[in-house]
């Protein structure tokens, strides 16, 4: 990860917030009767967000290697929550925070290690 410009993190991070936001449409759907206009639109959202995200994702593939990048794919844990706080006002508790600390500590324990 030290040959990483500014530009291939920034590709990263916009990845996964596409791949979170797919989780945000894959809620939003759920909260429509099913084959509702609203369902059927945002479950294309699901399907775009998931095809472009497969597209960044083999665009990162290029320059990094898969364990890495599946590695640093844990970011998307706290994208997702902040997320849904966000928009569906959930509650983040104390054990969401220590359990998302404990990820990414994991995360930098291991990229630290190459």
């Known amino acids: 990860m030290k040959n990483l410009s500014i530009g291939r993190v920034c590709l990263l991070l916009f ?3 596409v791949y979170s936001s797919s ?3 894959s ?5 429509h009767e099913v084959m509702s206009f609203g369902y059927i639109l945002f479950f294309a959202g699901v399907v775009l967000a998931l095809g ?28 997702v929550m902040l997320l849904s706080y966000l ?12 359990g998302a600390l404990c990820i990414m500590l994991g995360l930098f324990v291991l990229a630290w290690r190459k």
Do not use: D, P
């Open 23 to 25: 989780i945000l449409f």
């Open 87 to 98: 928009f569906f006002a959930e509650q983040i508790s104390v054990y969401n925070v220590c």
């Open 15 to 17: 990845a996964f917030a």
């Open 52 to 79: 472009v995200y497969a597209v960044l994702w083999q665009r990162i593939l290029s320059f990094m290697q898969l364990n890495t990048a599946f590695l640093c794919k844990s970011v998307t844990i706290v994208m």
């Open 27 to 31: 809620k939003m759907a759920s909260l």
